[in-house]
Nanobody, 121 residues
Framework: VQLQASGGGLVQAGGSLRLSCAAS???????MGWFRQAPGKEREFVAG????????AYADTVKGRFTISRDNAKNTVYLQMNSLKSEDTAVYHC????????????????WGQGTQVTVSS
């Protein structure tokens, strides 16, 4: 599975962005996740979605502001980011993990190149 993230950019605090992650090949049995890494910080989990889309998980720092969704027909996962804050500035990566059952895993083996999100205050 190859993953390509897009949709990053520069936005003012309080604004919105939608990230997309397009996957080559079928990902209908893959859980998908978004992670981010800010300069000088470790990579952190942002959001995840099970292969059916019925189960989602979010980091506490983004809960209520970000929404993860997927379109299995298009092999694409989205991250809608609202009410952006300066601390959301980071490179965002999407990731995939095949799962036997429908859940959000903590480990992912397929990773895409990131997309930069910069939030100006």
């Amino acid at each position: 599975v190859q993953l390509q993230a897009s949709g990053g950019g520069l936005v003012q605090a309080g604004g919105s962005l939608r990230l997309s992650c397009a996957a080559s090949g079928r990902t209908s049995r893959y859980a998908m996740g978004w992670f981010r890494q800010a300069p000088g910080k470790e990579r952190e989990f942002v959001a995840g979605i099970s292969w059916s889309g019925r189960i989602t998980a979010y980091a506490d720092t983004v809960k209520g502001r970000f929404t993860i969704s997927r379109d299995n027909a298009k092999n694409t996962v989205y991250l809608q980011m609202n009410s952006l804050k300066s601390e959301d500035t980071a490179v965002y990566h999407c990731a995939a993990q095949i799962t036997v059952r429908d859940f959000v895993p903590s480990d992912y083996i397929y990773w895409g190149q990131g997309t930069q999100v910069t939030v100006s205050s």
